[in-house]
């Protein structure tokens, strides 16, 4: 759920606060996350692409896209700034599975971030639960949301539709064919996503599939945290 939401849903107070400090934490310190990992990954199989402009890097500032990170702080569905893949630098015969890798990466890096804060947040509910500490209380509400923006990060980006990660995963299976011929209507496809977004139709689904990663992730942070 983003800021927007929230902020119709309950009004202006402490939990959409959070929220926006939650969402602020993942555009400025978890994109570059993601993006970091799709270029580290494309530089250590053999495109040196990234690194040439600039991307190799964990400076918010070299992939924070403005329209991206404000759909983050609004509904909690975004992206940055694509970081540039050359495959023709990858093995001839290997190139759509590394691609399928580069691209993979980003989305891994979202669920591994959810899970350190999944399990901060269990840590924190564990102590909240001791002492009822309002300070312990927000951090739970904190990590919660910057869990869930996460998991929505990884789960959007997953969808296979250019130009998002999942297409290029979809690429690494698809016959280059029928991918090519997907690709000349990218525009098309991405403004159709973002108008199937604004009207709510990829609420349910998209909730479903977050909340059950949500789910899965906090069982196995409870067992460790021991919760």
């Known amino acids: 759920m983003g800021v927007l939401s929230k902020i119709l849903n309950n009004g202006f107070n402490t939990d959409t606060l959070l929220a926006i400090f939650a969402s602020l934490f993942v555009i400025f310190c978890v994109l570059p996350v993601h993006e970091y990992a799709h270029a580290i990954t494309a530089y250590k199989l053999g495109d040196k692409t990234a690194k040439f402009k600039g991307r190799l890097t964990m400076n918010p500032l070299a992939h924070i896209d403005p329209i991206g990170a404000i759909m983050i702080l ?77 998991i929505s990060l990884a789960v959007f980006n997953l969808i296979p539709i250019p130009p998002l990660d999942g297409s290029r995963i979809m690429n690494a299976v698809l016959p280059d064919k029928y991918y090519y011929k997907i690709m000349q209507y990218e525009r098309y496809i991405m403004i159709a996503l973002f108008v199937l977004i604004y009207i709510g139709i990829l609420d349910k689904p998209l909730s479903i599939a977050v909340s059950a990663v949500s789910d899965g992730l906090i069982k196995i942070a409870s067992a460790i945290v021991g919760v």
Request: glycine letters at 6%; hydrophobic letters at 50%.
């Open 74 to 150: 609004l509904v909690g569905f975004g992206y940055a700034k694509p970081v540039p893949v050359n495959m023709r630098n990858f093995p001839r015969n290997k190139r759509k599975i590394y691609m399928g890798i580069t691209a993979l990466a980003g989305p891994l890096s979202n669920i591994l971030m959810a899970f350190i804060m999944t399990i901060c947040y269990c840590l924190f509910f564990k102590l909240y639960m001791e002492s009822f500490s309002s300070m312990y209380y927000n951090l739970c509400v904190f990590f919660s949301y910057a869990s869930i923006i996460n």
